[in-house]
Every structure is written in C-alpha cells, then in structure tokens.
C-alpha cells in the first residue's frame, strides 16, 4: 500500500490526483495524505474540515430513475458520541442549509427515485432541522419515492410525531438505535441511561404514524451476558417495530472503546470488520448461539410472520427471546439451516417447529388455527401465483 487517505477525502484526493497529474508529486505538500516513499511512511497532519456548502451536488449528471437507490448526505460530523461509534476527533456537525436540502431532495422526487438513504448520523440532531425536512418531503411526495433516515428517538418529540401522521405508509422509515436496555452497559458505552423517553417516543410514533420503524441492538457491550441481552430483546419486541436488527459489537480502528478492551476481555478479529467472538460476559459459544438466535429474529422479523408468530409465543407462553432461542435449537436438531436461504422455506421450518411443539402440547385444534394464520401471513408476502405453487407442493421441507 503507497497511500492512503485520511480524514474527509474530497481535497485530499483532489490534491493528490492533481500532483500526479501535473508530475510534482508533491505528497509532503497534502494535507491528509500519508505514503510510503523510501521504506518510510509519512503521516501529514489532517487538513481542515470541508464546509458543508462547498460539496457539490454529486447526482446532477447521473442518470435516475425509479428502480435507482442513492445515498445521500446532509451533514458531516458525528452527534453520536458513543465509545464504539468511529469519528473523527473533531466531529462538530456541519450542516448543509436547509434551502438546499429541500432542493436536492425534490430532485430525487421529481425523478420518482425508488429510495433515498440518508446516510447522516442521527439526522434529527437539531429537532427543528429535521421537521422541517420531513414536512416539506410530505408536501412533496409523488406516491412512490420512500427515504430513509437514522434517528436519534429521544428527540423524536410529539410536534414531530403530530406532522408525521401526514405521512403515507412506505415514505419514511427510521433506523433507530436501542442498542441495550441495562443501564449499567449504556453508561459504559457513554450514552443516555434512561432508556423510557425512547421507548415512549417509539411507541408513540409505531401508534400514531405509518413510518415504518426498525430498531436495532448491539451484541457484545460491556457487562451484558445473555441474560441482560435476553432481557434487552424482549422489552425492544415489545414496542411492536416492524424490524428489529441485531449486530454484533466491532472493534473498528478509531473508537474509544479499543481503550478498554482489555479491562473488558473483549477478543476479536484482526482484520475487518473487527467483530468481536468473545469478552469475559460471553464466550465464544454463546456468541455464535446468539448470532444464530439473532440471524433467525432478523429473518422472522421483517415483515410476513406476523401474526403466524404472535400466535405461536401466546400458545406456547415464551417470551420473544425464548422463542427463538427454542426454534434455533430445533432448526440445529433437525439440520434445516441450509433450508432458510429460502424464504418460502421460513414459513415451512416454522410449520414444522409448530408442529413439533403442538405436538408436545397435545393441542391439535390450536395447530390448525396457527396453520390458518400461516398461510394469511404467506398470501399476503407473496403474488397469488407463488401462493398458487406454494400450496401444490405442501408444508414439507
């Protein structure tokens, strides 16, 4: 490797493809460039922060349509001051204005894009910005387009709420981070420890809105054993997301936490994405049995299970996180996992896991009424041809 680009890359590469360009190759002279020259390397300081304002367009010259997916930011710098969110030193949040936002974004809805992902981190950091925002792509939705944002749900505060009542069902969707529920692993993480507010705003805006919600959590943080982790799922399950993500904890170079891997025991990968496999709350078992566990909760979380899932825990008396801890084990046992590459075969792995477990219950009659909620969950997810095929080739696996 001869070089390598540190900070934010516009100037930098710009720079450096200019010295190359015009033979100077003057690396010493670029502000966040480091090189290898002579069996040395040599680290330049960083260059200053790019104003928001001077970053073009960068979509004006592409071709768009509606099958077109794009990424889009508004901001640079980080709000998220977490130990195991990566940021630069100097992460002060510099902001495109909003004349201009509005502007890009009704690019993208004039060209009936199919999705907007906006790749700011916690876009709503100034709650009066975000509104803003969101109101004028609801004034200006054309029926197809849907966007994207990561949000921070402390601040989602009930004027928010109220103007996104406006919304059509399939134009937002909020990525928001729970990570834990255990206050004592928040705190050692540096984030906010009253997980309520969240949990309130949360409930609130899945009640009264139709922006679809996906809440995620973190594997592996500091002082949570399965028990805590366990613990964590079933309060987030219990907000009734449509999606709930689970990730495992990496150690990615830059964060605060690396500091403390080994006050914490944390082992983990070399090279990236750095997860972590063991820390002195979980061992290298238990991660692997949880990924599992959590592989299945992703899968039989976003959407089509519905109700077939409600009504097998409420006959069965799990929690959520019992549950599928119970259908992995049955998955293992039965050597089905190559089976779920397939998503008609999730609907067959769970007919048979309910089976079983009706089995053991000695209640037939519940089993034909889980079956009857089955197969809706299947007729809705599918066109009525797959339904069609479906049902000639039967339950079996």
């Given at each position: 490797?001869?070089?390598?680009?540190?900070?934010e890359?516009?100037?930098?590469?710009?720079?450096?493809?200019?010295?190359?360009?015009?033979?100077?190759?003057?690396?010493?002279?670029?502000?966040?460039?480091?090189f290898?020259?002579n069996?040395r390397?040599?680290?330049?300081?960083?260059?200053?922060?790019?104003?928001?304002?001077?970053?073009?367009?960068p979509?004006?010259?592409?071709?768009l349509?509606?099958c077109?997916?794009?990424?889009y930011?508004?901001?640079?710098?980080?709000?998220d001051?977490?130990?195991?969110?990566?940021?630069?030193?100097?992460?002060?949040?510099?902001?495109?204005?909003?004349?201009?936002?509005c502007?890009?974004?009704r690019?993208?809805?004039?060209?009936?894009?199919?999705?907007?992902?906006?790749t700011d981190?916690?876009?709503?950091?100034?709650?009066?910005?975000?509104?803003?925002?969101?109101?004028?792509?609801?004034s200006?939705?054309?029926?197809?387009?849907?966007?994207v944002?990561?949000?921070?749900?402390?601040?989602?505060?009930?004027?928010?709420?109220?103007?996104?009542?406006?919304?059509?069902?399939?134009?937002?969707?909020?990525?928001?981070?729970v990570?834990?529920?255990?206050a004592?692993?928040?705190?050692?993480?540096?984030?906010?420890?009253?997980?309520?507010?969240?949990?309130?705003?949360?409930?609130?805006?899945?009640?009264?809105?139709?922006?679809?919600?996906?809440?995620?959590?973190?594997?592996g943080?500091?002082?949570?054993?399965?028990?805590?982790?366990?613990?964590?799922f079933?309060?987030?399950?219990?907000?009734?997301?449509?999606?709930?993500?689970i990730?495992?904890?990496?150690?990615?170079k830059g964060?605060?936490?690396?500091?403390?891997a080994?006050?914490?025991?944390?082992q983990?990968?070399?090279r990236?994405?750095?997860?972590?496999?063991?820390?002195?709350?979980?061992?290298a078992?238990?991660?692997?049995?949880?990924?599992?566990i959590?592989?299945?909760?992703?899968?039989?979380?976003?959407?089509?299970?519905?109700?077939?899932?409600?009504?097998?825990?409420?006959?069965?008396?799990?929690?959520?996180?019992d549950?599928?801890?119970?259908l992995?084990?049955?998955i293992?046992?039965?050597?089905?996992?190559?089976?779920?590459r397939?998503?008609?075969?999730?609907?067959?792995?769970?007919?048979?896991f309910?089976?079983?477990?009706?089995?053991?219950?000695?209640?037939t009659?519940?089993?034909?009424i889980?079956?009857?909620?089955?197969?809706?969950?299947?007729?809705?997810?599918?066109?009525?041809?797959?339904?069609?095929k479906?049902?000639?080739?039967?339950?079996?696996?």
């Amino acid at each position: 490797m001869d070089f390598v680009v540190r900070g934010e890359p516009e100037k930098v590469i710009f720079n450096f493809v200019k010295t190359m360009l015009t033979f100077e190759f003057d690396f010493e002279g670029i502000a966040g460039l480091a090189f290898r020259a002579n069996d040395r390397i040599f680290i330049n300081p960083l260059d200053e922060p790019v104003a928001a304002e001077d970053l073009p367009f960068p979509y004006e010259k592409t071709a768009l349509d509606e099958c077109s997916v794009v990424y889009y930011e508004t901001i640079r710098g980080c709000s998220d001051r977490s130990t195991y969110s990566q940021h630069m030193q100097d992460a002060r949040v510099r902001a495109l204005s909003l004349n201009r936002v509005c502007t890009e974004l009704r690019y993208f809805l004039v060209k009936s894009v199919d999705r907007v992902i906006i790749t700011d981190r916690y876009f709503n950091y100034d709650t009066e910005r975000a509104y803003r925002i969101w109101e004028y792509i609801i004034s200006n939705d054309n029926g197809h387009s849907s966007f994207v944002f990561d949000v921070n749900g402390d601040l989602l505060d009930d004027e928010t709420i109220r103007m996104l009542k406006g919304a059509r069902e399939g134009l937002f969707i909020f990525n928001i981070d729970v990570e834990s529920t255990n206050a004592e692993v928040l705190s050692a993480v540096g984030r906010k420890e009253n997980i309520y507010q969240l949990f309130y705003n949360t409930s609130k805006l899945l009640q009264q809105t139709s922006v679809r919600v996906k809440l995620n959590l973190t594997l592996g943080l500091p002082y949570e054993d399965e028990q805590m982790f366990a613990r964590s799922f079933n309060k987030t399950y219990g907000i009734g997301a449509q999606e709930i993500s689970i990730t495992t904890l990496r150690m990615k170079k830059g964060i605060d936490l690396i500091q403390d891997a080994d006050r914490f025991g944390y082992q983990y990968s070399s090279r990236s994405p750095y997860e972590v496999v063991a820390n002195d709350y979980l061992h290298a078992p238990d991660y692997i049995r949880i990924r599992d566990i959590a592989n299945l909760i992703e899968a039989y979380s976003c959407g089509g299970f519905n109700d077939s899932v409600q009504t097998l825990m409420h006959d069965t008396g799990y929690k959520p996180y019992d549950f599928f801890a119970k259908l992995a084990e049955f998955i293992s046992a039965n050597g089905y996992e190559k089976q779920l590459r397939k998503k008609e075969n999730l609907y067959r792995v769970l007919y048979a896991f309910a089976s079983n477990t009706y089995d053991e219950l000695n209640d037939t009659l519940r089993m034909q009424i889980f079956a009857e909620a089955l197969h809706s969950d299947f007729e809705g997810s599918f066109p009525e041809e797959t339904v069609k095929k479906f049902d000639r080739k039967g339950w079996e696996l």
